[in-house]
């Protein structure tokens, strides 16, 4: 009797040991789950809540007394996601076949109407026969993750259908990336493209610009539409408008290069027209006011000499008059020359390009009282009509630029031969050139860049090192 008096004690402090090791045990799996860092709630067969740690309080913004015994559709569950999926349905699979939905990502909402992205570990707690009583679910907030990864779909989305031409390239300039814009205007598909190197789509004649570009992005420099011209499969021109960004990784480090490119083969084509309708006026003009109106001052000029003659015995006022006007007229006619010359330069045609660029230098002293001084190597010869007044058309703007906006007093000319081709540079002593982002270009500018690309050459501006601008023009050397 003592003996098992004494075993029932022991049985009974084993059990009270046992009983508060399992109240510490409780008491720590209790902490452990109301201060995790993310929602832990369980649910029974019918859906009601029935545990509701304090982070998914915080949450979802629902007190443990308004939450417990709900049900989680009309709390923190939707009927669907904003994706349409019916989570009613999925839900109640869950409690039928845990096992499917052992990971598992939905849209929630919050007691305030915010709707939340909530990645799940769900696990089916059973009864003694298997079957499933309740649903432990641990959950965390994937939101921003949601909201970063749509913005990437939408991003892609949006690279993939663009029209223009966008690609990323390795740093060697290996193709790595070809959009459905990049096929359309080059015509290679992305898996040609890709065991491509953008070289292929340079012209011989734009090498070197490009040589210069890459060592500006590579630099760190972005390059903002601007216009040059590529290859397409066909080798067909196209005139593009280009923009390049040097991507770099999180330690600041380059990785890539990424272009957008847009055809504007259409309208460079346009503005030739405009060009072209813009200096048959101005010859025209230039003719009326050498043919036309010089004749109508000559006329005037003639006839006040011959009033002068007939009042000279008379010596009257009106004799001294006479005489003015012819002179005033004289002057005029002069101008009127100088200004036909400028209109049309009928030297490009008869005397060549140098001549013509001599000629619209002593104009430019003359009609806009500034020093301009033109100087050319021997063997400087540009024999294409088309070629030599898309020059002269720069150097008259670059003038144009310098006297309008540069405040200058002084302008040097030049014209040279050298292993690039042949180098044309205008350089003024006013106001360094404005550094201007390109849709701030003034159209002057935009016209010389234009006529530049025409004769396959390319423009560099910049300011001098005494104060002022050089315009430097460089051209393929064609006799």
């Not at 598909?189 to 734009?206: G, T, V």
């Not at 060549?352 to 400087?380: D, H, I, P, Q, Y």
């Not at 540009?382 to 002269?392: F, M, S, T």
């Not at 002057?444 to 005494?466: A, N, P, Q, S």
Request: with cysteine; aromatic share 6%; proline share 2%.
């Amino acid at each position: 009797m003592k003996n098992q008096t004494k075993k029932l004690k022991d049985m009974t402090t084993k059990l009270g040991r046992t009983q508060q090791m399992l109240d510490v045990s409780e008491d720590k799996y209790r902490q452990l789950v109301e201060n995790a860092d993310c929602v832990i709630l369980r649910i029974d067969k019918d859906g009601r809540i029935t545990f509701f740690n304090e982070f998914a309080q915080k949450f979802y913004g629902y007190t443990e007394k308004e939450i417990l015994g709900k049900n989680i559709f009309r709390t923190i569950i939707p009927k669907e996601n904003s994706l349409g999926h019916n989570l009613v349905k999925i839900v109640r699979d869950i409690k039928r076949r845990p096992e499917l939905y052992a990971a598992f990502e939905n849209q929630n909402i919050c007691k305030d109407g915010r709707r939340v992205w909530v990645s799940w570990a769900n696990k089916a707690i059973r009864d003694e026969d298997g079957k499933v009583m309740e649903i432990l679910c641990v959950g965390h907030d994937i939101t921003q993750r949601k909201q970063m990864e749509n913005e990437l779909q939408l991003l892609a989305a949006a690279v993939r259908n663009s029209n223009d031409a966008i690609t990323i390239l390795d740093l060697k300039g290996s193709i790595i990336s070809w959009n459905h814009g990049a096929e359309r205007i080059y015509g290679y598909s992305e898996d040609e493209a890709k065991k491509m190197n953008i070289d292929r789509l340079i012209p011989d004649h734009k090498q070197n610009e490009m040589m210069l570009q890459a060592e500006r992005v590579l630099k760190g420099d972005n390059i903002e539409f601007f216009e040059t011209q590529r290859i397409a499969k066909n080798n067909r021109i196209l005139d593009i408008s280009l923009t390049v960004t040097l991507l770099k990784d999180e330690n600041e480090k380059p990785f890539a290069i990424t272009t957008t490119e847009r055809d504007i083969t259409e309208r460079r084509r346009l503005e030739k027209e405009i060009l072209d309708v813009t200096e048959r006026e101005r010859e025209l003009i230039g003719q009326e006011l050498h043919d036309g109106m010089g004749q109508v001052l000559t006329g005037i000029a003639v006839k006040c000499k011959g009033l002068a003659l007939k009042l000279k015995d008379k010596a009257s006022e009106e004799m001294k008059d006479a005489l003015l006007i012819s002179k005033l007229a004289n002057k005029a006619i002069a101008q009127t020359r100088d200004l036909a010359k400028m209109l049309y330069p009928v030297d490009i045609q008869t005397g060549g390009l140098v001549s013509a660029l001599k000629t619209l230098a002593s104009t430019t002293e003359k009609t806009m009282e500034v020093n301009c001084r033109f100087r050319c190597g021997k063997s400087v010869s540009v024999k294409n009509l088309v070629e030599a007044k898309q020059i002269y058309r720069i150097v008259q703007e670059a003038i144009t630029n310098a006297v309008r906006h540069g405040k200058t007093s002084t302008i040097n000319i030049n014209l040279r031969l050298t292993n690039k081709g042949t180098v044309l540079s205008i350089e003024n002593d006013g106001l360094d050139f404005p550094k201007l982002s390109p849709n701030r270009k003034g159209f002057g500018l935009k016209i010389m860049e234009y006529r530049t690309d025409l004769i396959g050459g390319y423009l560099d501006i910049r300011k001098r090192g005494k104060g002022g601008t050089i315009v430097t023009c460089t051209f393929p050397n064609r006799g």
